[in-house]
């Protein structure tokens, strides 16, 4: 078995363990707790108010636009990614290169603050 | 049969049961499985226990933060605290709400522990120990970090609560932002290794990255401290707005799990600042005795890890805006320019000029950007307090 199959097995194995662990002891207190539930004492809290509508509504457009510009950024990072590694073996024209990226992206964020999509309103 | 070293005891004990194991007669490919499945099963444990103890020393340092005693009943200076909550925990109700989503309910709590523990494979301890040494470590601990913002989402989506909603959605928006600093923030270690493999950058740091890298290192600690949702971050769960936000209906040992989740992560990141600009496990000997790079690591993570909880009792909650603000308006411009500055910095040094002279220098153009942005900084909130002067009224008549 090569070394990186060996590496991965060890990963697959601790996430399957990582699944398991937090889940033992919800079980236990599942069986070791009271289970009595009742109307009352299952309404969600709402400091003793009822729930005006249904809880799972449409939400602020705001936090959209946030989503959006976190996808951009990710997305670079991820072409920036590569680009690191090599970095030692690179001539000084490649790393230009690789600021001319960045630069564009840089770009970007400024049309965002300056369109205001940065505020918070 | 393998060799006893003392420094190394605890790979000699993993050589052992395997050679012990071929030899009893099983298959080899089994036996590796099987060494495997009780190397990841220990360094489990080890993270998901931790908790307990770090629980019991943040309650014991912010309350001397706060000039109280904290826990002092429960064993010796209130040591098994801890325990006596778990032992509570476990026999107390899980209410279930009407209306909730039951499967998504139960398994957000236990989806936000599984990944921060999933970080800890790629975490070296020492020169020989390291869960997996995978050739994009640092990639495979923001993709794998990334799945606490699902879980938390799913937790409050799932609740049918309008305050655990809102708090899902701050916590979406912000770790969902502060995610992009410390990618960025990241790029600069990876960047002077030629690697993303953990082991790789631990090794490359004869002199520690935080030298290196001032810039990039407290980046990458202040946008943890906000992926961790950790005061001054805390607005994903303010009490005063919110209630609790995404985690308002949980109860019982399913709360418990968040609170896991939550101290777990915030120990997790102390290691991987450790780990990424600290020097990891290394240290005087280390090299001689790995088991002594446990020493380090830990002494390493638990100092970052007092840090953070500095900072929690120190700094009051920003607002949603300000964190915004912070983030996109300042760390990442500021990461941006940090990359920009390393690279073209280390391309430009010359090649004889190595080991810390190399570090200081890159230290020194770090200090010289602080010095621009503080500079811009000062401008820019000269200018508001000039903006925000009121308007003179128009008195006495």
Same mark, same amino acid.
């Given at each position: 078995m090569s070394m990186t199959d060996s590496n991965w097995l060890f990963v697959s194995l601790f996430i399957a363990i990582a699944l398991v662990f937090p889940a033992v002891p919800v079980v236990a207190a599942r069986i070791l707790g009271p289970h009595r539930p009742n109307p009352a004492k299952n309404e969600t809290f709402e400091c003793g108010m009822q729930t005006v509508g249904d809880s799972w509504v449409q939400f602020k457009i705001q936090y959209y636009i946030f989503g959006l510009l976190f996808l951009v950024f990710d997305v670079e990072s991820i072409f920036l990614f590569p680009w690191a590694v090599a970095y030692q073996q690179m001539a000084l024209f490649a790393v230009f290169e690789g600021l001319v990226f960045i630069l564009l992206l840089t770009g970007g964020l400024v049309y965002m603050w300056r369109k205001g999509a940065l505020e918070w309103v | 049969m393998p060799e006893f070293s003392f420094g190394d005891i605890a790979v000699y004990a993993y050589d052992m049961i395997g050679w012990a194991l071929v030899t009893y007669g099983l298959d080899p490919k089994l036996v590796v499985i099987i060494q495997k499945f009780l190397a990841a099963f220990l360094l489990a444990n080890f993270a998901l226990l931790t908790p307990i103890f770090t629980i019991w020393l943040e309650r014991k340092i912010a309350a001397r933060f706060q000039d109280r005693l904290g826990?002092? @009943? +429960?064993g010796p200076y209130g040591l098994f605290q801890s325990f006596a909550d778990i032992l509570k925990l476990l026999t107390k109700e899980i209410i279930t709400p009407s209306g909730a989503d039951k499967v998504v309910y139960f398994v957000g709590p236990i989806l936000s522990v599984a990944p921060v523990l999933g &970080?800890? =494979? +790629? &975490?070296?301890?020492a020169s020989t120990m390291i869960g997996a040494n995978l050739n994009v470590g640092v990639l495979y601990s923001v993709a794998i970090g990334g799945i606490g913002t699902l879980a938390i989402m799913m937790g409050g989506w799932a609740s049918n609560n309008k305050y655990a909603l809102l708090g899902a959605f701050r916590a979406a928006s912000q770790l969902v932002s502060y995610e992009v600093p410390l990618i960025l923030a990241l790029l600069i270690p990876t960047l002077l290794t030629g690697s993303m493999g953990m082991q790789d950058i631990v090794l490359a740091q004869d002199t520690w990255f935080v030298v290196y890298a001032p810039i990039a290192a407290t980046i990458f600690f202040v946008s943890s401290l906000a992926e961790i949702g950790? !005061?001054?971050?805390?607005i994903l769960e303010a009490e005063s707005e &919110? +209630?609790? *936000?995404?985690? =308002?209906?949980y109860s019982g040992f399913l709360f418990a799990i968040w609170q896991l989740g939550e101290f777990l992560h915030a120990f997790t990141i102390s290691a991987l600042v450790s780990v990424l600009f $600290? *020097? *990891?496990? @290394? *240290?005087?000997l280390a090299d001689l005795y790995p088991i002594l790079g446990i020493v380090y690591l830990l002494a390493k993570t638990y100092f970052v890890y007092f840090i953070s909880m500095w900072i929690r009792a120190t700094v009051p909650r920003i607002r949603i805006d300000q964190m915004n603000n912070l983030n996109w308006k300042f760390l990442v411009p500021l990461a941006l320019a940090a990359l920009v500055l390393v690279a073209l910095v280390d391309k430009l $040094?010359? !090649?004889? $000029? !190595?080991g810390s002279a190399r570090a200081w220098a890159h230290f020194a153009s770090n200090v010289g950007l602080m010095v621009i942005v503080f500079g811009m900084l000062r401008t820019e909130s000269r200018r508001l307090q000039n903006l925000s002067l009121p308007a003179p009224v128009a008195a006495g008549h």
């Open positions: - | 826990p002092n @009943r +429960v &970080i800890w =494979v +790629v &975490i070296p301890f950790r !005061a001054p971050f805390d &919110i +209630v609790a *936000g995404y985690h =308002v209906e $600290l *020097g *990891g496990w @290394r *240290g005087p $040094l010359p !090649a004889s $000029l !190595a």
